[in-house]
Each structure stands twice: as structure tokens, then as C-alpha cells.
């Protein structure tokens, strides 16, 4: 379809990379819990266009110079992991009732959410490594291939990101009524948080 190999199997594969545990989906439901439904959209948008940026890096030809310089490579993940650990080591330093570290106005939760998704060097390595596999290069039609490909994976991300949010709102509502419990669940949010960085770097 529109030069793409085996169409099916990648919207399963994008549905599976959605569902894999990670930071976006972590900043996604903590954006919700703070932020209530605008604040999970507005995390979606974010996961989107960061998507977004590095298909698009991918396509113009970063695969090639990573491959070529595996020292750039390397940056990114130092770089992705230092900036979860701190987002993680800022939550579990704040105190009961302090601003949160995912400020409750949406433009917040979407840069946020859009910079853990640039920076997450699993996402960069399936639009690097993995994403270009499902490219025809036979029956590709360039811009028009890609364009289709960006399209179907943002509409499987916001869709994800929809449901995410819908059942991460339900849930918070009734966790509200428990700051004791809401503070704890931000501490465990920074723990996995600062996880996320620290296995980054000894996964190297």
C-alpha cells in the first residue's frame, strides 16, 4: 500500500511500540493525574509531534549518519537519560503541596511530553533501525509513502493517548480525595523516572 511493506503488520507494530512501557506513556498518565484531560491531550500532542520530528529525522537521512558516527549516537542517549533523571529527581525532591514538576497549564505537559519522546533513544532506534524496513524500495513513492506513514501513526498515537487519558481521568478522579496517595504516586512516578535514565545508560 502506497510503497509500504506489509501495511498491517506495521500498524501492529506501532500499536505494540504504543503499548510497550516507557516515559511517554508514564508522562502521558502523569500529565492526566495533574492536569486532568487537557492536560493528558495536551501530553498526547506532544508524544505526536515528537514522533513527529524523528520520523522525519529518519527520513532525511539521520540513520545514515548515526550509522556512520556511532558517537553521536551515544550523545543522544547520555542527553535522554540526564534529562529523565533530573525530571525524575525533581519529584521525588518536591515537597507535599509544592508546583509539580508537569505544570498544570497544557502547553507544559506538551513540551514535556514531546522532549521525553525525542529524547527516548528506544523511539529513536525504531525510527532509525526498525522503521525503514517497512519501506518499499521498489514501489515507494517518496514523499507521498512517508506523508501516509506519518499519518497512520499519528492517528494510532492520538488514539492510543485518547484511551490512555479517558482511563487515567476515570481512575485519578477517585484518588483525589487521598493527597497522601497522590504524593506517593508522584515519588513513584520520579523513581521510575529516574529508572528509565539510569537503564538507558547502562544499556548502552
Known sequence: ????????????????????????????????????????????FGVILGDQVLMWLAVAGVAALLAAYPAAFQAVQWLGAAYLAWLGGKMLLAKPGAAPVLHIKP??????AMM???????AILFYMAFFPL????????GLLTYAFMAVTIAVLTFGYGLVATLLTHFLAERMRASPTLTHLLEKIAGLFLIGFGVKLVVSR
Open 1 to 44: 500500500m502506497l510503497g509500504i511493506t506489509d501495511y498491517a503488520t506495521f500498524v501492529v507494530t506501532i500499536l505494540v511500540f504504543l503499548l510497550i512501557p516507557g516515559p511517554g506513556n508514564l508522562a502521558l498518565v502523569t500529565s492526566t493525574g495533574k492536569g486532568g484531560m487537557r492536560g493528558g491531550l495536551a501530553a498526547t
Open 116 to 122: 521525553i519522546t525525542v529524547l527516548n533513544p528506544k
Open 107 to 112: 502547553h507544559h505537559y506538551l513540551q514535556q
Open 134 to 141: 517497512f519501506v518499499d524500495p521498489v514501489r515507494q513513492q
